[in-house]
């Protein structure tokens, strides 16, 4: 199968949903031409040529408004993709995510849907600092009606796309900016679609599962490596999608191995990994036999030297060294 | 500008009813019948009516929490609506969203938010989807004076403006924003002016006059359709009520309050039309009679509809998942 990288994947998936359902469009900054190739990153590249500035709109700087603009069209009969260049940005972009598209069918009583897809680029590793590199799923993950997605590979960044802009719910999509570029991963051509909703166990062990998205799953594969050179199996389950939480998976994964770190780039206090904890000391209690670990980032923003990103990422090493309190 | 009997008198119709209905919904609320908040909207009746009337069915509208003249206009059956606002399972609503956050696309009513002005670049979305569907249809959006002053406005009317979508801005300025008066929240007088800085029109119109409303709304509505862009019409109007039910208006005197009564946008197009012999003592009473059978009857139906169940708490959260 030919490789891609992740921000190639993401384009592809694109290309083909707009080939497929003239009601898909792009609204946001800098969508069209950006640094020559759409965006900042080239998530966008080549689709205004194809598909013309009717349907690949570069916006004002106001977030809001593209957030809230891409509710009322959704409303209106359209399947909006929707660019937040930086999730960073998801704070200006919050209320119409939060208050509109979440409440709307509710509002409706069912009648009508929000078909709109917020993508937006996440995470550190970049050196992009404080207002940039951010990771704020757990923000959201409190907000029923959105389905939160946060793919790992580029295989999945596309099949999940495409999922989600067939979907008929708001879906916030997080794209993580460090993968962009540097993870080339063969990815199927045409039709390849991944539902929503449904965790991927990217390697099969029986001693411990590491949970692990975003740009965290590249470190658990890593952890997880150094870990079977020392005897122990390790399973690695990518949940790839937020909201809605595939239980079924993590909960059969951890009562098979009985020992669990989760792993995410945001910080550990307040972050989506004690909602998977929480999960498993409910559903799973008494299949453990040692604490639930997590391991993430600092409380503390995210730091512009490189010397302090590296000291608050999460990585392998970290992983290993949590695996190791546990497997005593 | 021309406009026949019959569309005067049915202009008079829903004056009447927007103003009654009000009336006997606050009545209502009073006595605990009703769920969620109200804010009444006696006073601005001109407003709903003048830009409401000869809205076709895939133009939206996206009214205030203030009034349910426009739902109504716009296609909403008032039983529905009243048993919405009772809380009914058969309700606008249905007990899960409130009457006044009520939606249907089936008659171009997009559901508005709790948040002031947040609605703003909603409308203006489905603007976006009537242009890039190559539709003729317009988007009218309705907000306060209060809510000109949110970031959304400036965000949505700016994008509105430099992508020329078919759609009207409709400013109730009654004059306050709650308890705070328009000149403590702007340095301004004229919130038309704002459109200058977004590159359209912006017209400012005697919100009580509801002739004068229809005017400048149904020009803004051809222009929209025809491709010219938005307008901002600002309506200047007053509300007689206080902001909400819990309001007692002290930020106010008596006598501001009187100065206003005095102007009824309702009394006003009645003596107007009395002179111009369409209306009669008979054919007002017979107005009143029949609007007051109209929402007693969906009154009536409301109290004798179903409450919500618990469970249906859960319901319509996602297209797909269930609770």
């Given at each position: 199968m030919r490789e891609i990288t992740f921000v190639e994947a993401v384009n592809e998936a694109l290309h083909e949903e707009m080939a497929r359902d003239e009601r898909v469009y792009i609204f946001g900054e800098d969508v069209r031409v950006g640094y020559g190739k759409g965006g900042p990153f080239g998530a966008t590249n080549g689709l205004a040529a194809r598909f013309g500035p009717e349907r690949v709109i570069d916006t004002p700087i106001s977030e809001s408004a593209i957030a809230g603009t891409s509710v009322g069209a959704a409303l209106w009969g359209m399947r909006p993709v929707a660019e937040i260049m930086f999730s960073d940005f998801l704070a200006l972009a919050m209320d119409h995510i939060v208050n509109s598209a979440a409440k709307m069918r509710y509002a409706y009583a069912g009648e009508a849907t929000v078909p709109v897809v917020f993508r937006m680029a996440c995470g550190a590793g970049v050196g992009a600092a404080l207002h940039h590199s951010q990771s704020p799923e757990a923000w959201i993950t409190n907000v029923p009606g959105l389905k939160v997605v946060m793919p790992s590979t580029p295989a999945d960044a596309k099949g999940l796309l495409k999922s989600a802009i067939r979907d008929d719910n708001p879906v916030v999509f997080f794209e993580h900016k460090f993968l962009y570029s540097r993870l080339r991963e063969p990815v199927p051509e045409g039709e390849h679609l991944i539902p929503l909703g449904k965790a991927d166990v990217k390697r099969s062990g029986e001693d411990l599962t590491i949970i692990a998205y975003g740009a965290m799953l590249q470190q658990a594969m890593r952890a997880a490596d150094l870990l079977n050179q020392e005897g122990v199996k390790v399973e690695v389950l990518d949940p790839r999608t937020l909201v809605p939480l595939d239980r079924e998976t993590i909960l059969q994964s951890v009562k098979k191995t009985g020992k669990v770190i989760i792993v995410h780039e945001a910080p550990t206090f307040g972050g989506f990994g004690g909602e998977i904890a929480a999960l498993i000391a409910e559903e799973a209690f008494y299949s453990l036999d040692a604490p639930i670990k997590r391991v993430g980032a600092p409380f503390t923003p995210v730091p512009a030297s490189p010397i302090l990103e590296n000291f608050y990422l999460p990585n392998a090493e970290k992983i290993v060294k949590a695996a190791k309190e546990i497997m005593e | 500008m021309q406009i026949s009997d019959k569309d005067l008198l049915q202009m008079y119709r829903w004056m009447v009813l927007d103003r009654v209905f009000e009336e006997k919904t606050f009545d209502l609320l009073k006595l605990g019948k009703l769920v969620g908040f109200h804010h009444p909207n006696v006073g601005q009746e001109a407003v709903d009516v003048g830009t409401c009337y000869g809205l076709r069915k895939d133009d939206t509208i996206m009214p205030t929490h203030r009034g349910k003249g426009k739902y109504l206009m716009k296609g909403v059956d008032i039983k529905i609506m009243m048993a919405g606002m009772f809380?009914?399972?058969?309700?606008?609503?249905?007990?899960?969203?409130?009457?006044?956050?009520?939606?249907?696309?089936?008659?171009?009513?997009?559901?508005?938010?709790?948040?002031?002005?947040?609605?703003?670049?909603?409308?203006?979305?489905?603007?976006?989807?009537?242009?890039?569907?190559?539709?003729?249809?317009?988007?009218?959006?309705?907000?306060?004076?209060?809510?000109?002053?949110?970031?959304?406005?400036?965000?949505?009317?700016?994008?509105?403006?430099?992508?020329?979508?078919?759609?009207?801005?409709?400013?109730?300025?009654?004059?306050?924003?709650?308890?705070?008066?328009?000149?403590?929240?702007?340095?301004?007088?004229?919130?038309?002016?704002?459109?200058?800085?977004?590159?359209?029109?912006?017209?400012?119109?005697?919100?009580?006059?509801?002739?004068?409303?229809?005017?400048?709304?149904?020009?803004?509505?051809?222009?929209?359709?025809?491709?010219?862009?938005?307008?901002?019409?600002?309506?200047?109007?007053?509300?007689?009520?206080?902001?909400?039910?819990?309001?007692?208006?002290?930020?106010?005197?008596?006598?501001?309050?009187?100065?206003?009564?005095?102007?009824?946008?309702?009394?006003?197009?009645?003596?107007?039309?009395?002179?111009?012999?369409?209306?009669?003592?008979?054919?007002?009473?017979?107005?009143?009679?029949?609007?007051?059978?109209?929402?007693?009857?969906?009154?009536?139906?409301?109290?004798?509809?179903?409450?919500?169940?618990?469970?249906?708490?859960?319901?319509?959260?996602?297209?797909?998942?269930?609770?």
């Open positions: - | 809380g009914r399972r058969n309700g606008s609503g249905k007990g899960r969203g409130p009457a006044s956050h009520s939606g249907d696309n089936s008659i171009g009513l997009l559901a508005g938010t709790g948040l002031i002005g947040s609605g703003i670049p909603i409308s203006t979305g489905a603007a976006l989807a009537m242009k890039l569907q190559k539709k003729d249809s317009v988007a009218l959006h309705f907000f306060g004076d209060g809510a000109s002053n949110r970031g959304d406005f400036h965000e949505a009317l700016n994008m509105a403006g430099v992508m020329k979508l078919p759609i009207v801005y409709v400013c109730d300025n009654n004059c306050y924003a709650m308890s705070v008066p328009q000149s403590c929240a702007m340095a301004i007088e004229n919130i038309a002016i704002r459109a200058e800085g977004y590159g359209f029109p912006g017209i400012m119109v005697d919100g009580n006059d509801v002739l004068a409303v229809y005017e400048a709304s149904q020009k803004a509505i051809v222009r929209a359709r025809k491709g010219e862009g938005p307008t901002l019409i600002e309506c200047k109007t007053y509300r007689w009520m206080g902001h909400s039910i819990n309001d007692p208006g002290v930020y106010r005197s008596a006598e501001e309050v009187a100065a206003w009564k005095e102007k009824c946008p309702v009394r006003r197009f009645e003596n107007y039309l009395r002179e111009k012999k369409i209306l009669n003592d008979a054919k007002v009473q017979d107005v009143y009679k029949k609007v007051n059978e109209e929402i007693e009857e969906a009154v009536h139906l409301a109290e004798s509809s179903p409450l919500p169940l618990p469970e249906d708490t859960l319901l319509d959260v996602y297209a797909d998942l269930k609770n």
